[in-house]
């Protein structure tokens, strides 16, 4: 199986028949865009109203407890092809685009968003999907659909933090607030992760997952897992109001592209503004000590 051909062939059939797919992604080639450099570190923005409905997602327990799971077959559209992966897993074209390669990696069984007893299999779709990254956006950090267990993937290139870090050949390192691990075994890359994982519960007093984001690839022959702590799911200035702006930060964003679904918004953001809500968002400088002694403590 050639998972990189199939899905080529999947995007060839998918816009071809599905006109929603189609007209999105094709909106990506003329949409606004703006660079920034800030502080040495390179952010996009892009002006992009399809990713409206991920901004203003409602993901509070009652909202998804009334809603159809978009993620589940039954409720998709008959345009919206699978190739199934290892017998457990759907891939499919995202139909809301940030990039014109934007997959959807979804189980086939529906159960909630949770990052630790899949590792190992973003891992290893990361290995069959080269010139990709995948992400995880966990539930209150992104994730539109937090009922459903689903990866995303896209192009490597485009991520700056990624195309950044690749360049770095230290076995952890820390892009403040990030946590980026490189390893060339995968059961250390797993064990790294998991102990990494245990130190964001010191700062998280309850039982679930610690709210993180996750990005995972494989580039020559060593695993790349970048990790990062969240503190809140939205900054106070979110919002639909004049004053306001709909900025729902994820992965993506916190790597660097900035899909911005009210063209108000994209005419008024700066550089800094994205960046102290990147600050607001994540964990402080406490905390991320925290988890860095309790990693050298326990990864050995």
């Known amino acids: 199986m050639n998972l ?27 949409m606004k865009i703006k660079h920034f450099n800030y502080n040495g570190r390179e ?5 992009n109203p399809c990713r ?5 997602a409602s993901v509070d327990a ?20 699978s190739i199934i992966w290892d017998s457990r897993y759907k891939i499919q074209i995202n139909p809301y685009p940030i990039f014109n390669r934007h997959l959807t990696l979804s189980s086939i069984e529906h ?47 485009q991520l700056p933090l990624c195309r950044e870090a690749i360049n770095d050949d230290c076995d952890l390192s820390v892009y403040f607030p990030f946590f980026y691990i490189i390893r060339t075994r995968k059961s250390e890359a797993k064990r790294w992760f998991n102990v990494t994982e245990k130190g964001m519960r010191k ?8 709210p993180q ?36 930060p994820a992965t993506v964003e916190l790597t660097g592209v900035w899909p911005i679904t009210r063209e108000s918004d994209f005419n008024r953001i700066t550089p800094s503004l994205l960046q102290s809500i990147i600050e607001e968002v994540t964990i402080s400088e406490d905390d ?13």
């Open 4 to 30: 990189v051909r199939d899905i080529e062939n999947l995007y060839s059939r998918g816009l071809q028949q599905w006109q929603l797919a189609r007209e999105n992604y094709a909106s990506l080639s003329h």
């Open 43 to 47: 952010i996009v923005a892009q002006f």
């Open 52 to 56: 409206h409905k991920s901004a203003t």
């Open 62 to 81: 009652l909202s998804i407890s009334e809603r159809e799971c978009f993620l589940c077959s039954s409720h998709q559209p008959r345009e919206q092809e």
């Open 111 to 157: 159960r909630p968003q949770a990052i630790v007893p899949f590792i190992d299999d973003m891992m290893s779709m990361a290995a069959a999907l080269p010139g990709y990254v995948l992400f995880y956006n966990g539930p209150a950090c992104g994730a539109s659909a937090p009922d459903h267990m689903h990866f995303q993937a896209v192009p490597f290139h």
């Open 203 to 210: 700062i998280h007093e309850c039982n679930d997952e610690p």
């Open 213 to 248: 984001n996750v990005l995972c690839w494989k580039a020559k022959k060593q695993w790349h897992i970048i990790i990062i702590p969240r503190s809140k799911h939205r900054p106070a200035c979110y919002g639909m109001g004049d004053e306001e702006f709909l900025l729902s």
């Open 288 to 300: 991320k000590n925290i988890i860095l002694d309790y990693f050298i403590s326990h990864v050995r």
